[in-house]
């Protein structure tokens, strides 16, 4: 018979590298509250030029990103994930949290391939969808 791993080991995203790119103050400190109680080792970035300034030169590579789409400086989720997928050797999934659900940004989000979870996200959602990402992409 095949074992099959039980849905708490699944769920288990301790040690999981996680590159979080928002610009929200609240919103980042929920996600680092989250993240830090899950286990995750994990980034934030507020803007594209710090997102890959996190990867230190492809050192410290994540095994998720969680982006908002409307950033520091204009910038916008979906150009910062163009830009880090462009550089990073690996391909890594990613959740394009953001409050925006137009039409068009949930047609971009999945023409680059990310899932698009509309904001305000629930931390048993986002958790559930991050497990399954990473161990999908093993």
Same mark, same amino acid.
């Given at each position: 018979?095949v074992?099959?791993p039980?849905p708490?080991?699944?769920?288990?995203?301790?040690?999981?590298k996680?590159l979080?790119?928002?610009?929200?103050?609240?919103v980042l400190e929920a996600?680092?509250?989250?993240?830090?109680?899950?286990?995750?080792l994990?980034?934030?970035a507020?803007?594209t030029? /710090?997102?890959l300034?996190a990867?230190?030169?492809?050192t410290w590579l994540?095994?998720l990103?969680?982006?908002d789409?409307?950033?520091?400086?204009g910038?916008?989720?979906t150009?910062?994930?163009?830009?880090?997928?462009?550089?990073?050797?690996?391909?890594?999934?990613?959740?394009?949290a953001?409050?925006?659900?137009? /039409?068009t940004?949930?047609?971009?989000?999945?023409?680059?391939?990310v899932?698009?979870?509309?904001?305000?996200v629930?931390?048993? /959602?986002l958790?559930a969808?991050?497990t399954?990402?990473?161990?999908s992409?093993?």
């Open positions: 018979p074992s099959v039980s708490a080991a699944n769920a288990n995203l301790a040690g999981k996680i979080v790119i928002e610009n929200d103050p609240a996600m680092e509250g989250l993240l830090a109680k899950w286990g995750c994990y980034r934030i507020r803007s030029p /710090q997102a300034e990867l230190e030169g492809m994540p095994d990103i969680i982006a789409h409307h950033l520091d400086f910038h916008l989720g150009d910062t994930l163009e830009r880090l997928f462009d550089v990073m050797p690996l391909r890594v999934p990613a959740i394009l953001t409050a925006d659900s137009s /039409q940004l949930v047609e971009h989000a999945k023409h680059l391939g899932e698009h979870l509309p904001k305000p629930k931390p048993a /959602q958790r969808l991050a399954h990402l990473i161990n992409n093993k």
